[in-house]
């Protein structure tokens, strides 16, 4: 836990794979996710390529309701040092797959990065055993994890800092 932001005050992105329900014990796990944001919380922050992804007509409709009641970021111009940082994502992102191939995952990833997220929570199976790599680029400020990581991370911060004011990061 060493490094990780308190995810009661920091900003918690997204991806739209995040929301999907499948019948199985998960969907409680997300239940108690979006009561948390709903009770103010936790921040949840939808990247605008995310929200792009969501608008697909095959994203189930409680999805893409989900993702346009949320905040989101705004597409903006990227300077020299954003677009060879969103190469770096890419081409670790990409491994050898065909170019262009995971840059919507790479873009998502960016934007939690740069709008100053403490946390990108997915369940894509091809972002997720990459974290070691990605978080040497995108750096220690935001951790790649899955809903259950963030609720288990979530409940640690509760019990043993109850008033959020307390601390802005974990000790080591």
Sequence with gaps: MPGRLDPR????????NTLDRDGSGRDALLDRFMALRDAGKIIIVVPDSVLGEAA???TPTSVRTAMHSKVY?????R????MDLLAKVRAALRGNAQPGKHDKDAEHLFEAEKYGGGYFITNDGRVLP??????KLIGPAL?????????DIYDRYQRDRPDPA?????PE
Excluded: M, Q, W
């Excluded at 990459?130 to 978080?135: E, H, M, Q, V």
């Excluded at 307390?166 to 974990?170: A, I």
């Design 143 to 151: 951790s790649i994890v899955t809903v259950e990581e963030f609720l």
């Design 73 to 77: 970021t705004l597409p903006v111009a």
């Design 56 to 58: 697909h007509p095959n």
């Design 130 to 135: 990459k974290r070691g790599c990605l978080d």
């Design 166 to 170: 307390d601390s802005r990061r974990y």
């Design 79 to 82: 300077t020299a040092g954003e």
């Design 9 to 16: 005050i920091c900003n918690i992105h997204i991806d739209a």
